[in-house]
């Protein structure tokens, strides 16, 4: 089992910056990748960025080159800096990690944090 720490959300203006810390906790190393997820009223969560144990990272591309996903390994914490921050990135954010045993993948979600860009 992994247990997912979120902190860092908040009320930002537009063009603001914030950044989001996820701290892992159990049996971290089976993680295979980390990531962030968001979930906007109304809207499917969706896949912010994430990054695998082998450092290769993804992003949504209305975030890049605005987010930058990272993680300190001494600390098993996964940080999102997110930078330009619009109105459009509103939303709870969820951090993710999942393993993948034989082939099959266990995702493991934290509790979620508010992320408001105000105009």
């Known amino acids: 089992q992994v247990q997912l720490l979120e902190s860092g959300g908040g009320l930002v203006q537009d063009g603001g910056s914030l950044r989001l810390s996820c701290a892992a906790s159990?049996?971290?190393?089976?993680?295979?990748?980390m990531g962030w997820y968001r979930q906007a009223p109304g809207k499917q969560r969706q896949l912010v960025a994430r990054m695998t144990s082998g450092d290769t990272t993804t992003y949504l591309d209305s975030v890049k080159g605005r987010f930058t996903i990272s993680r300190d390994n001494a600390k098993n914490t996964a940080y999102l800096q997110m930078s330009s921050l619009k109105l459009e990135d509103t939303a709870v954010y969820y951090c993710n990690a999942y393993t993948i045993v034989e082939g099959a993948r266990r995702d493991f979600w934290g509790q979620g944090t508010q992320v408001t860009v105000s105009s």
């Open positions: 159990g049996r971290v190393s089976s993680i295979d990748g």
